[in-house]
């Protein structure tokens, strides 16, 4: 058996944690087909970062290190990808669900001449064939998909396989890379990155998010407020309508055309629960709604209701998470 391929992202030198619950999806899949799990990394300064993946289940850590891989460039990332499943042979290849993921998975699929399947939120291996659980139509069902051919490549939804440190360390390997930035179509030479002090909705185990019940940008400070009580642990969301009307950064945004989340809590106040909104948010674990209107589509979808006016319940809320 070839192996699980696992592609883990890097940002600013240290490996982002979707990328360790992909290599804990690779390691579930590769235990349950008896095989072996390889992990990639392409960078420059990452072999240190590289090495902590076989914590999470990375049989081989192959590092890429390459100056030109400083940034992430579509061509660069998808030959040496793409040449690598070529050369080692996989029987799954998996990728984070993050934008650069999102970019890069459906590039290799196209070089390997085989499916892809984004987002997915669950993989199991049923009479030896991977098959993978993915939400459509905005979350309203689930269905399952496998690969008829080739080897399937699956981008893997944030906070969904949450990391599992196991005991065996992997061993790290140097992967010979030889790109030239001159044969790149386009070179990201710079990265201006927003906030970087805030914690990534698409990456955090709790969300805050507001809408247009909070009736202005002034008092999203009861969002904020409520999120910093989580002491660090949670961030904030944002709902279209508050994004549009410049309120808030598109970065926050959750939904269809914002970030799709699953966090542990999502709570979320002032949010109608437009179905746009819930494609993005509706696989959260536990839903908490804060709304005025009893009536509101948000009810349907959460574990828990409050219906009442949020300028008095957020407060109270976030007394009561700072005395946890
Ligand atoms: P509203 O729908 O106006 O809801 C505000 C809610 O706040 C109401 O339910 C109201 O009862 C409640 N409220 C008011 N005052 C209080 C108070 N004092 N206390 C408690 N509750 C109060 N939307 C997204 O969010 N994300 C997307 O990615 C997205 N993509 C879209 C893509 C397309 C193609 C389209 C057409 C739309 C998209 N939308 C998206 C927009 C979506 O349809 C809704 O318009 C939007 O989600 C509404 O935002 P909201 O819930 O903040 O506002």
Request: glycine share 14%.
């Given at each position: 058996m070839p192996g699980i391929f696992a592609f883990a992202e890097t940002r600013d030198g240290e490996i982002r944690k979707v990328s360790q619950e992909v290599v804990t999806a690779a390691r579930k899949l590769a235990d349950a087909l008896g095989t072996e799990v390889h992990a990639v990394v392409l960078g420059s300064g990452i072999a240190g970062a590289a090495a902590e993946l076989g914590r999470y289940g990375a049989d081989k850590v192959f590092v890429g290190e390459a100056a030109a891989f400083d940034k992430y460039s579509a061509e660069g990332f998808t030959t040496v990808i793409s040449s690598f499943i070529k050369e080692h042979g996989c029987d799954v290849a998996l990728f984070p669900a993050s934008s650069l993921g999102k970019d890069l998975a459906p590039r290799v699929a196209a070089r390997l001449g085989s499916g892809y399947s984004s987002d997915v939120i669950g993989?199991?291996?049923?009479?030896?064939?991977?098959?993978?659980?993915?939400?459509?139509?905005?979350?309203?069902?689930?269905?399952?998909?496998?690969?008829?051919?080739?080897?399937?490549?699956?981008?893997?939804?944030?906070?969904?396989?949450?990391?599992?440190?196991?005991?065996?360390?992997?061993?790290?390997?140097?992967?010979?890379?030889?790109?030239?930035?001159?044969?790149?179509?386009?070179?990201?030479?710079?990265?201006?990155?927003?906030?970087?002090?805030?914690?990534?909705?698409?990456?955090?185990?709790?969300?805050?998010?507001?809408?247009?019940?909070?009736?202005?940008?002034?008092?999203?400070?009861?969002?904020?407020?409520?999120?910093?009580?989580?002491?660090?642990?949670?961030?904030?969301?944002?709902?279209?309508?508050?994004?549009?009307?410049?309120?808030?950064?598109?970065?926050?945004?959750?939904?269809?055309?914002?970030?799709?989340?699953?966090?542990?809590?999502?709570?979320?106040?002032?949010?109608?629960?437009?179905?746009?909104?819930?494609?993005?948010?509706?696989?959260?674990?536990?839903?908490?709604?804060?709304?005025?209107?009893?009536?509101?589509?948000?009810?349907?979808?959460?574990?828990?209701?409050?219906?009442?006016?949020?300028n008095e319940i957020l407060p109270r809320m976030a007394d009561e998470v700072r005395k946890m």
């Open positions: 993989l199991e291996v049923q009479g030896g064939a991977v098959v993978a659980t993915r939400p459509e139509y905005g979350g309203k069902l689930l269905s399952q998909v496998a690969a008829t051919g080739g080897t399937p490549v699956f981008s893997v939804r944030a906070n969904v396989f949450l990391p599992v440190e196991n005991a065996k360390a992997g061993t790290v390997e140097t992967l010979n890379v030889s790109v030239n930035e001159a044969d790149f179509g386009a070179i990201v030479r710079e990265i201006k990155a927003g906030a970087a002090e805030k914690l990534d909705v698409g990456e955090a185990g709790i969300i805050v998010a507001g809408g247009r019940g909070l009736g202005s940008p002034e008092n999203f400070k009861l969002v904020e407020d409520l999120a910093a009580a989580f002491g660090g642990k949670a961030a904030v969301g944002a709902s279209r309508a508050v994004v549009d009307a410049g309120w808030r950064p598109h970065a926050e945004q959750v939904g269809q055309t914002g970030k799709t989340v699953a966090p542990t809590l999502y709570i979320a106040a002032g949010i109608s629960g437009a179905i746009q909104h819930l494609a993005g948010m509706r696989t959260a674990r536990y839903i908490v709604a804060i709304n005025k209107d009893p009536e509101a589509p948000i009810f349907k979808v959460a574990d828990y209701g409050i219906v009442g006016d949020l």
